[in-house]
T-cell receptor, first 113, second 113 residues
Framework: GAVVSQHPSRVICKSGTSVKIECRSL??????MFWYRQFPKQSLMLMAT?????????EQGVEKDKFLINHASLTLSTLTVTSAHPEDSSFYIC?????????FGQGTRLTVV | GNSVTQMEGPVTLSEEAFLTINCTYT??????LFWYVQYPGEGLQLLLK?????DKGSNKGFEATYRKETTSFHLEKGSVQVSDSAVYFC????????????FGTGTQLKVEL
């Protein structure tokens, strides 16, 4: 199957700093990528849809100024958590679609201390 | 709208036991159906999929049949192994329906020796 690579897999940052997470489709081009957040023992919550060359579409309740998304190429989308706070600590997962099938990155465990 | 309902977990089985994880759905339109598996600390991996009624998806001994009449896509495996311990997510997508995956809440499977 198609491969989506997410980096870093784990990051610890200080409160008030920003963290960038990368999501790459390694063997296919993705005009659309998706960013999810997962709380412990819960399902995935869609945060935003990242569109190559245009602005991301955010789900209701997700702060676009807090979670900056850039999709500058057909194989790379980035999520930047700005001015991170402990409540932003979570597991973030990206995905890219190939046809109807979504392929997911390995996830990023963000801990804000 | 679209929704996916999965049986609540955790499901605890002995090795070599038969597994069924129930999944039912509602959808506006004609969905494609998926099962994803998430191992601890990792992203989601596509396990199997079915795109039309009566299709059977299968992979690694797991099977699920797209039942339009009962709007179901139950996951089964004849003989589980300890290595199957993970969280399983049922999901659907309706082409042209916003391109968003709709997930169930996930079912945790624990397989013991």
């Amino acid at each position: 199957g198609a491969v989506v690579s997410q980096h870093p897999s784990r990051v610890i940052c200080k409160s008030g700093t920003s963290v960038k997470i990368e999501c790459r489709s390694l063997d296919f081009q993705a005009t659309t990528m998706f960013w999810y957040r997962q709380f412990p023992k819960q399902s995935l919550m869609l945060m935003a849809t990242s569109n190559e060359g245009s602005k991301a579409t955010y789900e209701q309740g997700v702060e676009k100024d807090k979670f900056l998304i850039n999709h500058a190429s057909l194989t790379l989308s980035t999520l930047t958590v700005t001015s991170a706070h402990p409540e932003d600590s979570s597991f973030y997962i990206c995905s890219a679609r190939l046809g109807e099938t979504a392929f997911f990155g390995q996830g990023t465990r963000l801990t804000v201390v | 709208g679209n929704s996916v309902t999965q049986m609540e977990g955790p499901v605890t089985l002995s090795e070599e036991a038969f597994l069924t994880i129930n999944c039912t759905y509602t959808a506006t339109g004609y969905p494609s159906l998926f099962w994803y598996v998430q191992y601890p600390g990792e992203g989601l991996q596509l396990l199997l999929k079915a795109t039309k009624a009566d299709d059977k998806g299968s992979n690694k001994g797991f099977e699920a049949t797209y039942r339009k009449e009962t709007t179901s896509f139950h996951l089964e495996k004849g003989s589980v192994q300890v290595s199957d311990s993970a969280v399983y997510f049922c999901a659907l997508i309706v082409t042209g329906g916003g391109n968003k995956l709709t997930f169930g809440t996930g079912t945790q499977l624990k397989v013991e020796l």
